[in-house]
């Protein structure tokens, strides 16, 4: 699974952010969420496998954290593919700014 459709999922992008500045335990990170451990640590999984987070282990605890070299990349290719669609809506706004607007009156 590539790191688009990791970030895909809501729950996941949700994760990211809560260990985005700070390592968090497991269970920690699961208190966030409507949905059993098993399933967090699923996601937590699928992170991990994809890179964007590093485990560290101290005894029976598992702390988590964002991998932020692994996700700079990500963020670096994000930004190229947004960066036209934004040039894009600039322009269509623009276009929109100077056009007529229909249903105004004029005399």
């Known amino acids: 699974m590539d790191s688009f459709q990791i970030v895909a999922e809501p729950r996941r992008r949700e994760i990211l952010r809560l260990v985005w500045d700070r390592e968090r335990t497991a269970g920690d990170i699961a208190q966030h969420f409507d949905v059993s451990f098993s399933a967090v ?3 937590l999984g699928i992170l ?11 005894g029976k605890q598992r702390y988590y954290r964002a991998d932020l070299a692994q996700i700079g990349t990500l963020k670096d290719l994000l930004e190229h593919v947004w960066s ?3 040039d ?6 623009e276009q929109a700014e100077q056009a007529p607007s229909e249903g105004t009156y004029r005399p």
């Open 41 to 43: 640590s699923q996601h």
């Open 48 to 58: 991990r496998d994809g890179g964007l987070v590093s485990v560290r282990s101290a």
């Open 84 to 86: 036209a669609q934004v």
């Open 88 to 93: 894009r809506l600039a322009t269509l706004a």
